[in-house]
């Protein structure tokens, strides 16, 4: 049995933030990580030739501070989204060049419904606090409804609902009746808006770290140092008057505290004694993850770089749904990235892989040209195989959820504290949010204790 001060349950960024912070502040720790690899939702891959892939998270924003003060605590410089040329959008197979967030090249009706839409989006995000939204004054109201009603009910033109739909729903990885309308506002506002959620430039895509976000766990888990331990799933964590005895299949950990950083949709494959209360125990039955897809589509180089095109398109409900140049800060080779979300996304993952692989490269072909159709590496991530993440993006929350059992996200049940992305108050969803749920978890361990005058830091 290892005695430590605390214990860490997974070691994707909000683990590995929340071991290094305690770290950093003295204590002991240990972590728990079910994979054999670190990184969580983020995975970066280095291919031959040193190509590196994030088959995972991959890009951040402005307002994510905490993610780039790590970048800077570590030396990890960025490298700014390629934007330049025009976007794709295609709607009834016709294609539609655009240039910003709009296609403006849409019908007139649809560009100004889109415009409205949006802004009115951005209002009812303004009433949302964020440490508590299911005390927003509305908040019944909207969380009676699914993202789908309210669009159903608010956004007149075919193709300007069915690209909100796709752009909107797609962060959830789920259909837009899926997921609360409440739970699409706070998570929007948590990151500053629709703009930011939605957009690329000055937005939630733009920029990545050179060297792909591996660039930044790696660093970490090295500081962490011999405290990390992988291809350990945690199956039982017991606390009692002193402490909390966390067990693996092969080691038992005793601590006085532990830190739960798993998805919320995986929260329930451990088993926790005494059972945890209620609303907490029924909150990992309610917050899923949805399907997602991400595909690295390698080529020689960025050949629609040359014909103006950004590698930004979308396409909802098809096989390639939407795009973006992946490419590293390096001139070649280039990466058209595909990511494909909800019910598109367990469609694909049902075909075969090569039958998978052709339909992506025939809709690229339709979109890029002749040269898409040969690429020189295809590298896949399906999530939704991922046992320990159980989807991705982010688990949210159906309708009902947040006003019946949000308060429970963050409140710690006795000796077991709760960090990840989807705690965050504060860029929900994004890596930025885990790293600051990791950072609020270290610091809520230590005030803890030395409330209770055992700290011993
Ligand atoms: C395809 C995809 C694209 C994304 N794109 C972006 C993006 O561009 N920008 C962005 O900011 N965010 C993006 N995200 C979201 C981002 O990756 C997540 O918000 C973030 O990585 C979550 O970190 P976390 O530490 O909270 O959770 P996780 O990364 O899920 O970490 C939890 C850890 O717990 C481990 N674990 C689970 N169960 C157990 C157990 N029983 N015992 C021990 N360990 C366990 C898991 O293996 C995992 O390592 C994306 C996510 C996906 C899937």
Same mark, same amino acid.
């Given at each position: ?23 950093q $502040? ?36 402005? +307002? ?21 040329g $025009? ?7 016709k ?9 403006m090249t849409?019908s007139?009706?649809?560009v ?9 989006l +951005? ?18 109201e909207?969380?009676r409804i699914?993202?789908?009603?309210w ?8 193709p300007? /609902? ?13 259909a ?7 739970f ?12 930011f959620?939605?957009?690329v ?6 920029? /990545? ?17 011999r ?30 505290? $532990? ?19 209620v ?10 993850? +949805? ?33 973006i ?10 990466v ?6 909800g ?13 998978r ?9 339709? /979109?890029?040209?002749a040269?898409?159709? $040969? ?8 999530w ?44 929900c ?13 270290? /610091?809520?361990?230590?005030a ?10």
């Amino acid at each position: 049995m290892t005695d430590v001060d605390y214990c860490v349950v997974g070691a994707g960024f909000a683990g590995l933030t929340a071991a290094l912070r305690l770290k950093q $502040a003295g204590r002991s720790v240990v972590v728990l990580e079910a994979r054999d690899r670190i990184g969580g939702r983020t995975f970066t891959e280095v291919r031959g030739g040193g190509l590196w892939i994030d088959r995972g998270g991959a890009w951040i924003g402005p +307002g994510q501070d905490r993610i780039q003060a790590l970048m800077s605590e570590f030396g990890v410089p960025s490298y700014k989204q390629y934007t330049d040329g $025009a976007a794709m959008m295609v709607v009834d197979g016709k294609q539609y060049r655009y240039q910003g967030t709009i296609p403006m090249t849409m019908s007139p009706w649809a560009v100004a419904n889109l415009g409205t839409v949006f802004l009115e989006l +951005g209002e009812l995000c303004k009433t949302i606090p964020l440490d508590a939204p299911w005390e927003a004054k509305r908040a019944a109201e909207w969380d009676r409804i699914s993202l789908a009603k309210w669009l159903d009910d608010n956004v007149l033109s075919k193709p300007a /609902r069915e690209l909100l739909e796709m752009a909107i729903a797609g962060c959830y990885t789920s259909a837009a009746s899926e997921v609360s309308f409440l739970f699409v506002l706070y998570q929007m506002a948590s990151g500053g808006g629709p703009g930011f959620v939605l957009g690329v430039k000055d937005a939630a895509q733009d920029a /990545r770290p050179v060297g792909g976000m591996r660039a930044i766990y790696e660093p970490m888990a090295v500081e962490v140092g011999r405290s990390l331990h992988l291809s350990q799933p945690v199956r039982v964590i017991e606390q009692d008057a002193e402490g909390v005895t966390v067990c693996t299949d092969q080691s038992t950990v005793r601590a006085r505290r $532990a830190v739960v950083t798993v998805p919320l949709a995986t929260a329930s494959q451990i088993r926790y004694e005494p059972m945890l209360p209620v609303d907490r125990s029924m909150l990992h039955q309610r917050m899923p993850s +949805g399907a997602i897809l991400k595909i690295a589509v390698v080529y020689d180089e960025p050949f629609w770089r040359a014909d103006g095109l950004s590698g930004q398109s979308a396409a909802p409900g098809s096989a390639a749904m939407v795009t973006i140049d992946a490419s590293t800060d390096a001139l070649t080779p280039g990466v058209l990235c595909v990511i494909v979300e909800g019910p598109a996304a367990r469609a694909l993952g049902r075909m075969t892989a090569t039958d998978r692989r052709g339909a992506v490269l025939s809709e690229l072909t339709e /979109r890029f040209g002749a040269s898409a159709a $040969a690429p020189v590496d295809y590298v896949e991530q399906d999530w939704t195989g991922e046992r320990y993440s159980g989807g991705g993006m982010l688990s949210h929350a159906p309708t009902g959820v947040l006003t019946e059992f949000g308060a429970a996200l963050r409140e710690s049940c006795g000796r077991v504290h709760w960090a990840g992305t989807e705690s965050s108050a504060v860029m929900c969803g994004w890596v930025d949010g885990a790293v600051r749920s990791g950072e609020r978890a270290a /610091r809520e361990v230590i005030a803890a204790d030395a409330l209770v005058g055992v700290d011993r830091g």
